[in-house]
T-cell receptor
Framework: SQQGEEDPQALSIQEGENATMNCSYK?????LQWYRQNSGRGLVHLIL?????REKHSGRLRVTLDTSKKSSSLLITASRAADTASYFC?????????????FGTGTRLLVSP | GAGVSQSPRYKVAKRGQDVALRCDPI?????LFWYQQALGQGPEFLTY????????KSGLPSDRFFAERPEGSVSTLKIQRTQQEDSAVYLC???????????FGPGTRLTVL
């Protein structure tokens, strides 16, 4: 079963606008990761934030983590048509000795030129 | 270098047939994961290998699913007596160590008629 949910399920914006996606999860985590999946392709790792971090940046991406609310957000600034994809959060709950990822349900982002 | 590759990319099987899905991880990667992704959902963990040892198979849906990695590199996911609910994209991922970023292959889309 999925760890949590992402919100919104779908998001449609114009190029240049910012896109914000939210992820909620259920259990304590070691870290939370965001992945992108283009249509018909595999997942690409975007960014990882550890449970003791609150915010992280990578290029046009900004991720926040609120462990008290068990939630995270992904902000993509100055979006481009190439950002069109599905975005998934994934949590690593730990205690297994390896990264046993549990993915959310995903947000489908459409960026129009 | 080459990424994770999977074959075939598409497989159509009649209900009751056996199928075998192959994953070629990135050379030297210790960890190998299999995930199942139903349409419109996030990936769900199936099984994990560390070298040739299958350390976690808790996500395998039934005893019709079997995975192996006999020499610690290439892995095969086998599904016996396929059923319609097995239709999904099967993703393989590898990582250098046990807690590193996972690199995903393009997946095999299995359709059971």
């Amino acid at each position: 079963s999925q760890q949590g949910e992402e919100d919104p399920q779908a998001l449609s914006i114009q190029e240049g606008e910012n896109a914000t996606m939210n992820c909620s999860y259920k259990t304590s985590i070691n870290n939370l990761q965001w992945y992108r999946q283009n249509s018909g392709r595999g997942l690409v790792h975007l960014i990882l934030i550890r449970s003791n971090e609150r915010e992280k940046h990578s290029g046009r991406l900004r991720v926040t983590l609120d462990t008290s609310k068990k939630s995270s957000s992904l902000l993509i600034t100055a979006s481009r048509a190439a950002d069109t994809a599905s975005y998934f959060c994934a949590t690593d709950a730990g205690n297994t000795g390896f990264q046993k990822l549990v993915f959310g349900t995903g947000t489908r982002l459409l960026v129009s030129p | 270098g080459a990424g994770v590759s999977q074959s075939p990319r598409y497989k159509v099987a009649k209900r009751g047939q056996d199928v075998a899905l192959r994953c070629d991880p990135i050379s030297g990667h210790v960890s190998l994961f299999w995930y199942q992704q139903a349409l419109g959902q996030g990936p769900e963990f199936l099984t994990y290998f560390q070298n040739e040892a299958q350390l976690d198979k808790s996500g395998l849906p039934s005893d019709r699913f079997f995975a192996e990695r006999p020499e610690g590199s290439v892995s095969t996911l086998k599904i016996q007596r396929t059923q319609q609910e097995d239709s999904a994209v099967y993703l393989c991922a590898s990582s250098p160590l046990t807690v590193d970023t996972q690199y995903f292959g393009p997946g095999t889309r299995l359709t059971v008629l």
